[in-house]
């Protein structure tokens, strides 16, 4: 229902409540006014009283019995009642009649009445009143002093008495008539609030009816209503995924509740699948936010068996929201590639199988908001490596392709490459271009980057000249060692007091991961130079499809292999055999692997069952102050080995000392 809709609604409701509350009103103040007057109408009342008296008072007179007291010569006066005499009713010559005391003293003395009536014939005679003296004892008290009165309005208001004019019977009969109208008016008024009533109870009950299956899918396939219910329902299951034991008993010792983890060295914190889009795809790349540590990415090829759906996935997991991906975004090819913006953390770019280079926007849906032209301009075979590189202010994305070209892109302006670069070289038989397969640029180096082929080799290559080599493809320092294509190239992080950063990886589809050691770029070669690894590490049984120093640790790095494993080496302990080895999913292949990129706890393992798997290596990530002097030792010892072997070139020596 729309905000407008309900907006009508509750007005309506409102509107019902008010004339309910009038007419409350209206009746409760009617019963007060019946309370408090003593009739219909008492004033009324008492008027036609009166004028029923004034009409039939002379009749009444005559119900006495013949004891009949004359009305009093003075205007508005009331007539007496008759008095009882000791001897009998009688009436005095002049028509005043004797009447009586309270205490039965005033006696009339008809003895001297009748003596006076017989001296005295010609006098009127009047009657006199002797009162019966008694002696009363009466104590006298000083009068106290008088009493100042003080008036105000009230006092004097309330003592009046007007006398009420008389009251015609026309005015009775309009005053009713009034009141008939008035009664009639109420009571329409009642029915009249009582019918609107009932309409606004049926607007109400038709405006929140059943809804149709056509109007419910309709409100159901509103944009606003996806969006609020996709966002709701993320806040909701990142709460209800929050591992936090909220009834822990801190008073139990911790002996009771061991951890069924405890004492394993690397601990599986989740798996990231969702069926909607991991079904029939594999992970082909994942990278780590740089600026929200739960937040991952990885990036999905083709789902054959789905036409209707897009070629290519990428998808931002959050560790909070492990049901579903907190971002999907789409592709119309097959994303190889895929990895967050360091300085925007609302970006995130990706490499395709047809050559474009797309830019999605955590903020905005799930098309890309920039991509590349499908042109000769850029790149027009698959992309299976980019990086970013440079400042803040300043910073490309690089990216390469399989048939040898290198381009440079501003993240602002994706309609054509900055620089292009054709990496070519010369010894190749049929075919000059270079098919690189992985790219990286060491610490703190922007111009000058080593790239993987699908020959085995890795070539050395410059953005721009500098001093004593030239743009494009090194032809001459040729870094041999693998037989097959090389999956994975990493260098050593710049970290801590040792630097090793002329150190870099390398993994292959010949089962072998080899370390080796950066020629000088103080010192080209002017003559075909081969340069071989400082060692070897041939533990694995299947391909090795990446690798990866650990960000903190100078001798951690971890290897991910077709087998399913995932294996951590320490050069530190052990040069054999890695020291932990899991086997991580179902026994399918592993294709990517990250650190991230806090502080290396965790490693994201991307699956070719479409799964993404987090894993927290604990304690292993936190290195000693001897890490780097042990590593150095351990360095030197591989390239003495190799220097007995034969297999080293003279400046082998060089690290032993760092940079």
Request: hydrophobic share 35%; glycine share 8%; charged share 25%.
């Amino acid at each position: 229902m729309s905000d407008k809709r309900r907006a009508e609604i509750e007005a309506k409701r409102a509107k019902l409540a008010e004339l309910r509350k009038a007419r409350a009103d209206r009746q409760r103040a009617e019963t007060e006014r019946r309370q408090t007057e003593p009739g219909p109408s008492s004033g009324a009342r008492r008027d036609v009283d009166d004028l029923v008296n004034q009409l039939v008072g002379s009749r009444s007179g005559l119900d006495t019995g013949g004891d009949v007291t004359p009305s009093s010569s003075l205007p508005n006066t009331p007539p007496r009642p008759t008095a009882n005499l000791l001897y009998g009713s009688a009436l005095s010559p002049s028509g005043r009649v004797s009447r009586q005391s309270d205490v039965g003293s005033d006696k009339v003395s008809m003895g001297t009445t009748m003596v006076g009536m017989m001296e005295h014939v010609d006098r009127v005679l009047i009657p006199r009143f002797i009162p019966d003296l008694i002696d009363v004892e009466q104590e006298l008290f000083e009068l106290p002093q008088r009493e100042r009165v003080i008036y105000n309005k009230e006092v004097q208001t309330t003592a009046i008495e007007t006398e009420t004019p008389p009251v015609s019977e026309e005015d009775i009969r309009q005053q009713i008539m009034r009141e008939r109208e008035l009664e009639a008016e109420r009571l329409a008024q009642d029915k009249e609030l009582e019918e609107e009533s009932v309409q606004l109870e049926k607007e109400i009950e038709q405006e929140i009816r059943e809804l149709t299956e056509e109007e419910r899918s309709h409100i159901l396939s509103a944009p606003e209503f996806l969006d609020f219910v996709e966002q709701s329902s993320k806040i909701l299951q990142r709460a209800l995924n929050d591992g936090y034991d909220y009834i822990r008993d801190y008073t139990i010792g911790t002996e009771a509740n061991g951890d069924d983890s405890e004492g394993k060295r690397v601990k599986r914190i989740c798996a990231f699948y969702d069926e909607r889009y991991g079904k029939n795809r594999s992970i082909t790349d994942v990278d780590w936010s740089p600026k929200y540590p739960e937040l991952s990415v990885a990036s999905y090829n083709k789902n054959p068996a789905a036409l209707n759906e897009p070629d290519g996935i990428v998808a931002v997991w959050n560790l909070h929201l492990l049901d579903r991906p907190e971002f999907v975004f789409h592709s119309q090819s097959d994303v190889l590639s895929v990895t967050f913006s360091p300085f925007h953390s609302n970006l995130v770019f990706g490499g395709t199988y047809s050559g474009q280079i797309l830019l999605w926007d955590t903020r905005s849906k799930h098309l890309p908001v920039l991509k590349t032209p499908l042109s000769a301009a850029g790149h027009t075979h698959p992309v299976y490596a980019m990086q970013m590189v440079g400042t803040q202010n300043a910073h490309n994305l690089i990216t390469s392709s399989t048939d040898g070209t290198v381009c440079s892109w501003l993240v602002d302006m994706l309609a054509q490459p900055q620089e292009t670069l054709e990496l070519i070289h010369a010894g190749h038989n049929k075919t000059g271009e270079v098919a690189i397969t992985t790219l990286d640029f060491p610490d703190n180096e922007t111009t000058t980057f080593w790239v993987g082929t699908e020959e085995g080799n890795v070539y050395q290559a410059n953005r721009y000249d500098r001093a004593g080599a030239k743009a494009g493809l090194n032809q001459y320092d040729i870094y041999k060692g693998h037989a097959g294509p090389v999956m994975g190239l990493h260098f050593h992080p710049l970290v801590g007091p040792v630097d090793f950063s002329d150190l870099f990886l390398t993994a292959s589809v010949d089962w072998t991961v080899k370390l080796w050691r950066s020629k000088s770029l103080a010192k080209p070669s002017t003559a075909a130079h081969a340069i071989s690894p400082i060692y070897s590490f041939d533990e694995a049984d299947d391909y090795v499809y990446d690798v990866k120093w650990h960000p903190a640790h100078p001798a951690l790095f971890g290897t991910v292999d077709g087998s399913g494993k995932f294996d951590v080496w320490n050069l530190n302990t052990d040069t054999e055999v890695p020291v932990v080895s899991t086997n991580v999913g179902s026994g399918r292949a592993i294709n990517k692997l990250q650190w991230d990129r806090k502080d290396g706890r965790r490693a994201a393992l991307g699956g070719s069952d479409g799964k993404l798997y987090v894993y927290d290596i604990g304690d292993m990530a936190l290195p000693r102050e001897s890490e780097w002097t042990d590593l150095q030792k351990t360095i030197a010892g591989f390239i003495g080995g190799a220097q007995a072997n034969g297999v080293a070139d003279g400046d082998a020596t060089r690290i032993v000392a760092g940079r």
